[in-house]
């Protein structure tokens, strides 16, 4: 009876197994999509108060740890990524020197901590053209 009792029990955690198997396999047990995109980019409303002011904060830091004169003139762009608090990736439209010039900016905001700070700030680069070569294309390939 004890030998009888033992098959079953292994018949039912072997059938236990594959609905595991099968429920899994069926997408059950997978990620959801926005669990995905947790610390990848996402776009964000570039037209807010919010990404406007972020905005203005980028030109202002690094006019100050630059010593530079740019002016602010909107925000072209913008995506988020949920780090610890926020890290805005923002292109910027400004002027310097008389000239309108575009660039790109990193913001990192924590808002509970009343914390934000510029990661990075760099023009880019309008007057090159993607070429094939640039991607590393090359002909007969």
Known sequence: MNLKSNNVRIID????????AVVCQ??????????????????????????DDIGRFAV???????????EF????DAKEQLVAGKMY????????????????????VKPWMNFKQLQEFKEVDD??????SALGVERGH
């Open 13 to 20: 955690f072997g059938l236990l197994l594959a609905v595991a």
């Open 89 to 108: 990736h923002l292109t910027v439209e400004a002027v310097d020197g008389g000239q309108n010039k575009t660039y790109e900016a990193r913001v990192w």
């Open 127 to 132: 007057n090159h053209p993607i070429t094939s």
């Open 73 to 76: 003139g909107r925000v072209v």
């Open 26 to 51: 069926i997408g059950f047990c997978s990620e959801s999509p926005k669990a995905m995109k947790l610390g990848g980019l996402r776009n964000t409303v570039q037209n807010s108060l919010e990404i």
């Open 60 to 70: 202002q830091e690094h006019n100050k740890n630059q010593n530079s004169l740019i």
